[in-house]
């Protein structure tokens, strides 16, 4: 039966995993993510979820250990935070070039120096490129959902690839929500078992990742890119499969707020998107139209579906929630994708970096009146800087004046 | 219901005539001549049957053996980085035990195997294979000792010999004698601190029949094993590739390998010569060591002399490190 709780981000992690009946989980500590593994490792020893707990002695082997028991045939999951992840960086090509769909639960924090324990998205980020799924929730509900549903997606045999499942540290991971817990036989309805096409298995062998030369490298690279190419249709597949079993309203990359008549944008991803929503709710009061354009998935970056949601806006703010020193505009990660994704439009909207919600700082109500104002003033003028600090620039420091 | 895991129950041979004549290893890798480590390969294999899976970490037995997209292994094989080979196995491992304990996998648990270098052992691999013995995975871990990072192209690594020219530590005006340090104790570091762990053994490839059985036995342990051995490298080591068992044994008559397994605790030896050749009778047949004076030797001596005392087991180092000369 299907049953509400009052679960943060970790235990929505960890009770997905559950339901998704993983079967090798590998753990080493790290706050904020921590929380999911103190979960499941009481799962497994209450004998509630039968799997593997191997005690990873660290990040690297975490990952290691995870990509390994996919190649054997098992459903994998292992997570971490901020350093923690950036230490496993060897581990996440060869998971993703392996093919080996083994899930990652993130939530995310600042990487050092100084030492900080606040939400960032930064050390994930920093992987994006490394041929993952990648997507931040906004909700312990959305933690579960995805959860379960990202299995589906990267197990796909179209897809076949390992999973970043992100929420912000603290925000989401410790914040408890309402949230549904699904029927563990409408989640197995949804959710077949892994069945990877080539398994380590003595009674068919295959040898697997044997040693290339350059001039084999790219028609390997171009089956992982094709693997992305379709990958849309099967998140588009998944997600509104999932909608329709369990009565959710997901859209499959973008989730929008207030758009269609909006002349203003906040984009954004992760648990900042519920601050924003209030904050349209404010602005709107006072005549300001503004809207929220939710980003699902960072990879794959949902091109067309960013470019038409970002297109009937006249300017839209990015709020980066990561860093990107020296980067195009010298701001974050995502307005620049954001950007590209714009660039073939007719009337593309004026693009900018929010510089917000860093080292785990509040995103507050204040700052997102702040950034309406720097945009509404954006659409008067049709210019806008690459890239603000927030609570750093004369441009916004004076719209609290 | 959960079901029992069955685990590997392998024979032991008593002469070349037993060992099984199909090849799991088969020809058509790119090794070179007189390679060391090819024939640990070949042998552990022998040994293995085609119940296994076998991890390669990258090194020489993974570039010279995987080249252009084609692979020598009869079974299941997997490259690892340099520095995951225990962590992976582990992965593995672990998901054998729950797919067989959930009749997702019918058979026996298949004999799981890393082939690592001396570098994926105990230099940057040293973690995950600590790791792999310190949570009792049911695997093998061999690493196959040709002394250097040779694949890159003879670098030094912390099992190669004090005194050895390689390409990080040429000996030069002010360091005469080259690699100044004394190795690791690969054995040693598994021995010491690793409560699941049963069974080690250290065996060469000049003695063929050991050293299968010596791999079987690690197997049939339900549990991690740890197989040390000596595969020497003609191209690394600069001797003449038809050379490699006659250099293989001369390092047993001198003192400068010695065959032992620990198992449960205790000590026993094989092989051991009835006087032992003094050790420069082996470095002057290897042009590696060709630049040391009779200083050096005598320094190589002190130390192996000190080691055979009780092999296996911790010394003190009775020559002065780097920092105290």
Known sequence: MAKEVFYSGCAAAAYGAKDARVEVISSYPIRPYTGIMMELSKLVANGELDAEFVLGEGEHAQVSIAYGASAAGARAYTGSSGVGVVYAMECYSPAAGGRLPCQMAIADRALDPPGDFGSEHTDVMSARDQGWIMGWAESPQEVYDNTIMYYRIGEDHRVQLPQFCCQDGYFVSHIPGKMQMEDQKAVDDFLPPYNPPHPLNPKKPINHGPQIFPDQGSAINVQRAVAFDDIEAVISEVVTDYNKAFGRKYSPFVDEYMMDDADIAFFIQGGHARTARYAVNHLRKKGVKAGVSRLRFMRPFPTEAVAASLSKVKAVGVIETNTSYGGVTRGGNIAPEARAACYNLDNRPIITSFMAGLGGEIVTLNEFYAMAKVLSDAVKSGKANNSYWMNFEKEVLDTHK | ?325
């Open chain 2, 1 to 325: 219901m959960a079901i029992e895991v069955k685990t590997q129950n392998l024979e032991m041979v008593k002469s070349l005539r037993q060992v099984p004549q199909e090849e799991h290893y088969v020809p058509g890798h790119r090794t070179c001549q007189g390679c060391g480590p090819a024939l640990v390969y070949k042998l552990v294999s022998k040994a293995t049957g085609g119940n296994a899976i076998f991890l390669g970490p990258t090194g020489c037995m993974y570039v010279a053996n995987t080249s252009y997209l084609c692979a020598p292994f009869a079974y299941p094989w997997m490259h690892t980085q340099i520095t995951n080979g225990g962590a992976v196995a582990s992965g593995i491992e672990a998901a054998y035990q729950v797919l067989i304990r959930k009749g997702k996998y019918k058979g026996e648990l298949p004999s799981i195997v890393v082939m690592a270098g001396d570098g994926g052992s105990i230099d940057i691999g040293l973690q995950a294979m600590s790791s792999m013995m310190y949570r009792g995975h049911d695997a093998l871990f061999v690493m196959y000792d040709n002394e250097s990072y040779a694949n890159t192209g003879i670098q030094v690594s912390p099992a190669t010999p004090y005194g050895a020219n390689t390409t990080f530590t040429p000996p030069g005006k002010n360091v005469p004698e080259g690699r100044v340090l004394f190795p690791k104790d690969a054995p040693q570091l598994v021995i010491g601190g690793h409560p699941a762990v049963h069974y080690v053994a250290t065996a060469s490839v000049a003695y063929p029949v050991d050293l299968i059985n010596k791999v079987r036995k690690g197997l049939n342990y339900k549990g991690p094993s740890f197989v040390h051995l000596h595969a020497p490298c003609p191209k690394g080591w600069l001797f003449p590739a038809q050379k490699t068992i006659e250099v293989a044994k001369l390092a047993i008559q001198t003192g400068m390998w010695v065959n032992y397994t620990w198992e449960n605790g205790e000590y026993t030896y094989d092989h051991t010569p009835k006087e032992y050749k003094p050790v420069k009778e082996y470095m002057k047949g290897q042009y590696r060591f060709n630049h040391l004076s009779d200083a050096h030797y005598a320094k190589m001596q002190a130390f192996i002399d000190a080691r055979l005392k009780a092999p296996g087991k911790p010394i003190a180092i009775p020559v002065l490190g780097p920092r105290e000369q």
